[in-house]
């Protein structure tokens, strides 16, 4: 968590506290059985950073903290478009707090991971919609969905390789892709060879700046052979009914609603 610009003693307390309510939150719901603790691994001053760490007893509260880290990333890329309805109403209350301190000293919080420091960039504070009619609020659609992503690697953050861009082959779009350390070691062949790969992970839209998180397979596609497409004559041969139609008439046949 870091707080940019002047930060006071009151507003850094009470971003600690609403930070401290996230985690203990997002781990008993999680787990909560697990043995964790969440450890102070880093205080730096200027813009107030705080670094925290999950200490576990044995290998369920490792998976507990991983799985929290992953929540965390997902958390922060929501907060950033406001998003936040899929997650409870504990997760949404302190994410309100933490937030609440964004005011005209703290232009914006950033929420993100060592690997990912400034995934999320809150500029303003989280309102949470009240209703007063005593019936159910309208559920919005939701901005992200699970996705495989077909393109090529056109920017590779090289010295830590801990995002890439991806231009998608069908809408050209430019997607920003954060894997984990399992799925980086060969981006730098992927980037430098301009090879196809197929990105699945969790899809997210916010203004015209999608990104994918939680990314479970970056597959590499092989080369095409050039003129490959012939390969695809006679694929789907015309019925016994077709006759001896070409198949610009065919087509034309489709559009003018006469097939």
């Known amino acids: 968590m870091k707080l940019d610009g002047k930060v006071s003693v009151a507003d850094f307390r009470t971003a600690v506290d609403a930070f401290s309510d996230l985690l203990m939150t997002l781990t008993a719901e999680t787990n909560a059985e697990a043995a964790v603790d969440w450890l102070v691994s880093d205080l730096k001053s200027g813009s107030a950073v705080l670094s925290s760490r999950g200490l576990f007893a044995n290998a369920e509260g490792e998976n507990t903290i991983r799985l929290v880290v992953g929540k965390y990333e997902d958390l922060a890329v929501a907060a950033t478009s406001g998003t936040l309805d899929r997650f409870s109403d504990s997760v949404r209350r302190a994410m309100k707090s933490l937030t609440s301190v964004v005011n005209g000293k703290i232009p ?42 077909k393109g090529q690697i056109v920017m590779l953050d090289q010295k830590h390789s801990v995002y890439f861009t991806l231009q998608e082959a069908y809408s050209y779009r430019y997607v920003r892709c954060y894997p984990g350390k399992e799925h980086r070691e060969n981006l730098g062949k992927y980037w430098e060879n301009k090879t196809w790969v197929i990105v699945e992970g969790t899809y997210m839209r916010y203004g015209d700046s999608p990104t994918v998180t939680q990314i479970t397979d970056i597959v590499a596609l092989p080369d095409g052979v050039k003129g490959g497409w012939r390969s695809a004559v006679g694929v789907a041969p015309r019925g016994p009914q077709s006759g001896d139609i070409s198949s610009a008439d065919a087509v034309r046949k489709v559009r003018d609603g006469q097939a």
């Open 108 to 149: 914006r919080v950033f929420m993100g991971t060592p690997e990912h420091p400034e995934l999320g960039r809150i500029e303003r504070p989280i309102e949470l919609a009240e209703d007063t009619t005593g019936q159910k609020a309208v559920v919005e659609p939701k901005p992200y969905s699970r996705a495989a992503i």
